[in-house]
């Protein structure tokens, strides 16, 4: 099918590129004209393993291309909408990416009409779908679908190709027949319903998860006290199949583009129509403090900070991303700063972001020149990079061997044998 992606973020250009690799033809559309020379030259503008190679492949196919120009367009059969929508200032959604996108595509089908379906992917509050289809409906043979995404940053491209679901909210066969045509090669459980049930899933389930770290960011805590040991005490509780494994890991907190906005957008969404969701707000409340607590438990062990050297390993909000939209290790540069520490930084990708935040941060180009002469040494981000280490080197480097390990993903037993003093999130 011919189909047209606005918007070349996470989303949109994952989508864009999974759709070429599925055998369509795409076409890429941004606002931003540098990116778009730079998608044209085969080069992702963002961090995302595997992504250039497939974006190279698909573009000597002639399976995409890019442009600023909507116009080019005109043929799209499909048009998905992956613009962003951000927090405004009081936490709502911002939608007016969106609305722009659907005011050009109102504009590129009055111009070329066709049978053309609109796809909307990007997070958006219940009853967007709708109301966009009320707003377009002097657009004949347009339709309106909602289809939400649940791709991870790291392994988007992954995500985009073997879905967990796919969710297609839509008011007509011919819109969800369409859909299917387009999904035709992907295998995953199909949920066909309304547009606000499809926007309502995307929220619930990344609300969900973020509440599933909270509660076990919370045992953590308690287990600090108990010397109960959290990382055993998740695997107990995972293989209740009623609960599942997954995102029962503890540690500094959830950050990136997706949990802190959606779960403040559910919030407001839910307040505007007079209900409060008390567990979601607590469920910020608990992961806004966890950077805190895991810093307090590094003053529990040296109270006075003011010129230790700390290393700190991995900044980005999780490995295998440049994002640190929300990322946990810029609270506890902070708190460490404001302490008087000194901080030496280690990320494989994200660090030159980070330093034009901390520009007092010492930023160094291997995880093991972080542990240099350290007091102690901050685990933050699980990359294997700052994870697979020569600890025999790291014990004769550093001034103390203290290590604080913030996603409990060091090697506990081994560095226990090996003198280090070692204190986790929920595990000693
Ligand atoms: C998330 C959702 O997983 C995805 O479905 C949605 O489309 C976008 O938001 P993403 O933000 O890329 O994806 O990352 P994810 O892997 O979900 O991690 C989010 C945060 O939670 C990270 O900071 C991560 O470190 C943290 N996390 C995750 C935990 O602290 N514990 C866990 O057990 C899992």
Redesign the pocket.
Known sequence: MKVAVIGTGYVGLTTAVSLAVKGHEVLGIDVDAAKIEQLSNGRSPIYEPGLDQVLLETLGQGKIRFSTNLVEAKEAQVVFVCVGTPETEDGEADLRYLHAALQDIATLHNHSPKERTLVIKSTVPVGTGDQAAVSLRHCKELQVVSNP??????CALEDALNPSRIIVGADSEEAIAVMQTLYSGLSAPWVITTRANAELIKYA??AF?AA??SF?NELARLSAVLGTDVTVVSHGMGLDSRIGS????A?V???????PKDTIALLKLANQHGVTLSLLEKVREVNASQPVWFFNQLVSKIPDLAGKRIAVLGLA??PDTDDIREA?ALRILAELQAAGAVVTAYDPIAAKAVEALFPDVEYVTTPEAAFAGAHAAVLVTEWQACVKLDWKLIKEQMEQPLLFDGRNAWPHDELKKAGFEYLGVGKS
Do not use: A, T, V, W
């Open positions: 995404e649940f791709l991870r940053e790291g389930s990344n998860l599933r770290i076990m997954q995102f029962l890991r540690g907190g959830f950050g990136g583009s997706c949990f909000f999780k946990p």
